[in-house]
C-alpha cells in the first residue's frame, strides 16, 4: 500500500474509532459508572471528615476518661486523709470544700462525658452509613462493568481490530507525513485528509481553477489543499 493510500486508509480507521469510543461512551452503563464514580469521590471526601471527626472524638472521650480518673483519684486521696488522723475545725472545712469542688468537677466531666459519648455514637452511625454506601456503590460499580463488558463486547473487539490496523498503517507513514496529519485532525476535528478524483475536492467542495487543477495533478500524490488547508491526497485521476 503507498503512502497517499495508507494515509486516506488512517482516516477512515481514525474516524470508525471516533464513531465507535463515541457509542461506547455513550452506552448507559458508562453513564451509570461516571455518576458511580462522582458519588464514590463525594463519599471519600465526606468519609475522610467523618473519620477525621470520630477520631477528635475518641481523643476528648480519653481525655475526659482521664481527667475524671485524676479527680477520683485526688477525692479518695483527700477521703483517706480525713479518715487518717484527727483534723481541726478549719482543717475539717477546708478538706470539706476541696471535696465539694472534686465533686462538682466530677459531675462536670461526667456531664460533659454524656455529650461526648452521645456525639461519638452519631459519628459512628454516620461512619457506618458511609461504609455501607460504599459498599452499595462498589457493587453497583462491578454490576454495571460486568454488564457494560457484556454489551459491549463486539463493540470492543472492533476497537481492539482497528487499533491494530492503526499501528500498521502509521508505520507506513514518514515522520513528516504524520506529524501534518496529527496537526490537521486537531485543526478539523478528525476531517484532516481529503481526496482528489476530479476537480473537486472530497471534502471542502470547491472547484479548483483549471490552472491549479493541472497544477496539483503533476505534483506530488500528498499536498495540501489551496482552500481548506486539509491535507489532500491527489488521486491517479481517470483511474
Same mark, same amino acid.
Given at each position: #500500500?503507498?503512502?497517499?493510500?495508507?494515509? !486516506?486508509?488512517?482516516q477512515?480507521?481514525?474516524?470508525?474509532?471516533?464513531?465507535?469510543?463515541?457509542? !461506547?461512551? @455513550?452506552?448507559?452503563?458508562?453513564? /451509570?459508572?461516571?455518576?458511580?464514580?462522582?458519588?464514590?469521590? /463525594?463519599?471519600?471526601? *465526606?468519609? /475522610?471528615?467523618?473519620?477525621?471527626?470520630?477520631?477528635?472524638?475518641?481523643?476528648?472521650?480519653?481525655?475526659?476518661?482521664?481527667?475524671?480518673?485524676?479527680?477520683?483519684?485526688i +477525692?479518695?486521696?483527700?477521703?483517706?486523709?480525713?479518715?487518717?488522723?484527727?483534723?481541726? %475545725?478549719?482543717?475539717v472545712?477546708?478538706?470539706?470544700?476541696?471535696?465539694?469542688?472534686?465533686?462538682k468537677?466530677?459531675?462536670k466531666?461526667? %456531664?460533659?462525658?454524656?455529650?461526648l459519648?452521645?456525639?461519638?455514637?452519631?459519628?459512628?452511625?454516620?461512619?457506618?452509613?458511609?461504609?455501607?454506601?460504599?459498599?452499595?456503590?462498589?457493587?453497583?460499580?462491578? @454490576?454495571?462493568?460486568?454488564?457494560?463488558? *457484556?454489551?459491549?463486547?463486539?463493540?470492543?473487539? *472492533?476497537?481492539? +481490530?482497528?487499533?491494530t490496523?492503526?499501528?500498521?498503517?502509521?508505520? *507506513?507513514?514518514?515522520?513528516?507525513?504524520?506529524?501534518?496529519?496529527?496537526?490537521?485532525?486537531?485543526? %478539523?476535528?478528525?476531517?484532516?485528509?481529503?481526496?482528489?478524483?476530479?476537480?473537486?475536492?472530497?471534502?471542502?467542495?470547491?472547484?479548483?481553477?483549471? @490552472?491549479? %487543477?493541472?497544477?496539483? +495533478?503533476?505534483?506530488?500524490?500528498?499536498?495540501?489543499?489551496?482552500?481548506?488547508?486539509?491535507? !489532500?491526497?491527489v #488521486?491517479?485521476?481517470?483511474?
Open positions: #500500500m503507498s503512502e497517499a493510500s495508507s494515509l !486516506l486508509r488512517l477512515e480507521v481514525d474516524l470508525q474509532l471516533m464513531r465507535l469510543r463515541s457509542t !461506547l461512551a @455513550a452506552m448507559p452503563q458508562q453513564e /451509570k459508572l461516571r455518576a458511580i464514580a462522582l458519588a464514590k469521590k /463525594k463519599l471519600a471526601g *465526606q468519609m /475522610k471528615q467523618i473519620v477525621g471527626q470520630r477520631k477528635d472524638a475518641e481523643t476528648e472521650l480519653a481525655d475526659n476518661a482521664a481527667d475524671h480518673d485524676k479527680i477520683v483519684g +477525692t479518695e486521696e483527700v477521703h483517706a486523709e480525713v479518715n487518717e488522723r484527727a483534723q481541726s %475545725f478549719r482543717q472545712r477546708d478538706l470539706e470544700t476541696q471535696l465539694t469542688a472534686l465533686a468537677r466530677q459531675e466531666l461526667e %456531664f460533659v462525658r454524656t455529650e459519648e452521645q456525639n461519638y455514637e452519631r459519628l459512628m452511625k454516620a461512619e457506618r452509613n458511609a461504609r455501607d454506601l460504599e459498599e452499595r456503590l462498589n457493587a453497583e460499580e462491578k @454490576a454495571q462493568t460486568e454488564s457494560y463488558e *457484556q454489551s459491549s463486547a463486539d463493540l470492543r473487539a *472492533q476497537v481492539r +481490530t482497528l487499533e490496523e492503526r499501528e500498521a498503517l502509521v508505520a *507506513q507513514l514518514s515522520d513528516e507525513v504524520l506529524a501534518s496529519y496529527d496537526d490537521a485532525v486537531k485543526r %478539523f476535528g478528525g476531517l484532516a485528509v481529503e481526496s482528489l478524483t476530479s476537480n473537486v475536492p472530497s471534502t471542502c467542495r470547491v472547484k479548483l481553477q483549471p @490552472a491549479i %487543477f493541472q497544477k496539483l +495533478t503533476r505534483g506530488p500524490r500528498i499536498t495540501e489543499c489551496p482552500y481548506c488547508h486539509r491535507i !489532500l491526497v #488521486m491517479e485521476i481517470g483511474a
